[in-house]
């Protein structure tokens, strides 16, 4: 599934709306979850799941090319935990 194949699902479901709309309304949604995320915020979204942002660590590895070691640079990551009724599913 992807943010095309939601918009449509909310545009079915709501008849009152335009595609445009549905689409606009969705893009809203994850611009708000990702703004959230960004300020290091967690994201607890009620029977689906929590959203939240950690931090990887520096970790060595390998050019494939040239078999030199390399310094892989850390960087955040977002963490997802499944609500305890998601995973009943």
Partial sequence: MNKNDISKKVYETH???SYADSQKIVDLILET???RLVRGEKVLITGFGCFSVMKRKDKK???PQTGEPVMIAGRNAVKF???KHLKTV
């Fill in 15 to 17: 008849g009152g709306l």
């Fill in 33 to 35: 979850i990702k703004g």
């Fill in 61 to 63: 590895g390998v050019n």
């Fill in 81 to 83: 935990k499944p609500s």
